[in-house]
């Protein structure tokens, strides 16, 4: 390798995970040995520190409280609220049943037969009536 390794070459080198070409390079170039020794320091620092504050004993103020149990119930009050708010949506978003065709062909013929009921004169004297003059209106009290 001409050239030295980039930062992810040098965590697969710590991980053991590089190629054999960046391994060679890796322990035989002094500038790139030097990274990758205080690199791997670093990465073994942190997790010595890490592991410390794992075992470590818990603090009395990070102990469970009393006031945990009144945050569950309002977590729950809430979850509640939400629920019961999600109803009336999702009853509006349900579709509404279309009405049968046979039931509009039913309405259609009513309306025919209540316009032909109410009818002043019979069909065959309207055109008559059109020839008359238009009555004038009264006025109403």
Same mark, same amino acid.
């Not at 794992?54 to 945990?68: F, G, H, I, Q, V």
């Not at 009050?77 to 978003?93: D, E, N, R, W």
């Given at each position: 390798?001409?050239?030295?390794?980039?930062?992810?070459?040098?965590?697969?080198?710590?991980?053991?995970?590089?190629?054999?070409?960046?391994?060679?390079?890796?322990?035989?170039?002094?500038?790139?040995?030097?990274?990758?020794?205080?690199?791997?320091?670093?990465?073994?620092?942190?997790?010595?520190?890490?592991?410390?504050?794992?075992?470590?004993?818990?603090?009395?103020?990070?102990?469970?409280?009393?006031?945990?149990?009144?945050?569950?119930?309002?977590?729950?009050?809430?979850?509640? $609220?939400? $629920?019961?708010?999600?109803?009336?949506?999702?009853?509006?978003?349900?579709?509404?049943?279309?009405?049968?065709?046979?039931?509009?062909?039913?309405?259609?013929?009513?309306?025919? $037969?209540?316009?032909?009921?109410?009818?002043?004169?019979?069909?065959?004297?309207?055109?008559?009536?059109?020839?008359?003059?238009?009555?004038?209106?009264?006025?109403?009290?």
């Amino acid at each position: 390798m001409s050239n030295h390794l980039s930062q992810d070459q040098m965590s697969r080198c710590a991980l053991g995970q590089a190629t054999s070409e960046e391994q060679f390079h890796g322990r035989n170039c002094p500038q790139c040995s030097a990274e990758l020794i205080a690199f791997t320091k670093a990465i073994s620092t942190f997790q010595v520190v890490m592991k410390d504050w794992a075992e470590r004993k818990a603090d009395p103020w990070l102990e469970k409280t009393p006031s945990s149990v009144s945050w569950s119930r309002w977590a729950a009050a809430g979850v509640a $609220v939400v $629920v019961l708010a999600s109803i009336p949506i999702y009853k509006h978003q349900q579709p509404q049943p279309l009405p049968h065709p046979q039931t509009k062909s039913d309405e259609l013929l009513m309306q025919e $037969v209540a316009a032909h009921l109410s009818r002043p004169l019979p069909m065959s004297m309207e055109r008559v009536m059109v020839l008359l003059p238009a009555p004038e209106s009264e006025e109403v009290r």
